[in-house]
């Protein structure tokens, strides 16, 4: 079992070195993204780019991100629908565009005719400054995806309705940004009426099954986790390319992926990325987390449970929780309409979690598997205005109002 993401990850790549050969070397152009900050990725590609800074309640400040009308559409400038979208784990808003644009979501919704805002959690590359602590210190990274969903989503989304005049949005989350979207909408009654529908991509509560990375680094003691990783910014190049470049990569090519943690703990799927745009990617990923969130997840694996942190003592779990173990997030208690794609090939959401979270979604709308999708194509695979956006626009369109 240990030796099976392993495994995996040189299939993935074996398969890829057709595709990438010579990608890195001395011929290959880059792509320009690859050293722009996403306002430059945006108007890059000849849209409208506006950037706002939202300051949580704990002092965390956010940067968000806005295109707000496309260029298929530009004449009309009138009120449009707001579509919020989340990135996931180890990532940032760049993930919404680091396509070309008939392939990237935020762009092909702004030509769709809506109003789009992309989010950035606390801790990643755009969101790393607090009106009280330096990103130098333990506190400013004692958070996981708890005050993600605590903190991080409802101030994101009160700045957007009271900029955009619009009581309601649609909200399109990926990986843990639906898991934070799972935790807000299930627990803080007054933020879910602002969602008209929640357009959940790999989606994540459970990781009991999963096959990633997450998997086998919940073998590591707490307090070993954070001698190899620090108490910090998560940054495990150290670890992850002794450990992966001497049993696995060893041709130039493969390095880039090989020590890329977000295709390590996410899969990488060769089939159906557009290699030419890796470099894109790789440059904007991982954009970073803290340790205490890798260490939530691995928690998470652990227990098979969807929970708070455990703070590592019934003492420090009664000072954050008023309980002495941490409180289960019950995803049964969210009424927002729900629309959900998911992987068959996913690591990070099995299909066996998946199945185990339908059941409980009280106001499941859609639900389609993508047999050969694994957790990244769902944001990048070539093809996936053709299994997920097109049909996601057309449910939106339904729900106009």
Known sequence: QSKMWVLFMVAALLSALGTTHGLFGKSAPTNPEVNMNISQMISYWGYPSEKYEVVTEDGYILEVNRIPYGKKNSGNRGQRPVVFLQHGLLASASNWISNLPNNSLAFILADAGYDVWLGNSRGNTWSRRNLYYSPDSVEF?????????????????????????????????????????????????????????????????????????VNKLRFIPPTMFKIIFGDKIFYPHNFFDQFLATQVCSRETLNVICSNALFIICGFDSANLNMSRLDVYVSHNPAGTSVQNMLHWTQAVKSGNFQ???????????????????????????????????????????????????????????????????????IWAMNAPQEVYNEMISMMAKDKK
């Open 141 to 213: 990274w004692a958070f996981s995806f708890d005050e993600m969903a605590k903190y991080d989503l409802p101030a994101t989304i009160d700045f957007i309705v009271k900029e955009t005049g619009q009581e309601k949005l649609h909200y399109v989350g990926h990986s843990q940004g639906t898991t934070i979207g799972f935790i807000a909408f299930s627990t803080n009654p007054k933020l879910a009426e602002r969602i008209k529908t929640f357009y959940a991509l790999a989606p994540v509560a459970t990781v009991k099954y999963t096959k990633s990375l």
């Open 308 to 378: 708070a942190f455990n703070w590592g003592s019934p003492a420090q779990n009664v000072v954050h929780f008023n309980q002495p173990t941490p409180p289960y997030y019950n995803v049964t208690a969210m009424n927002v309409p729900i629309a959900v794609w998911s992987g068959g090939n996913d690591w990070l959401a099995d299909p066996q979690d998946v199945d185990l979270l339908l059941p409980k979604l009280s106001n499941l709308i859609y639900h389609k598997e993508i047999l050969p999708y694994n957790h990244l194509d769902f």
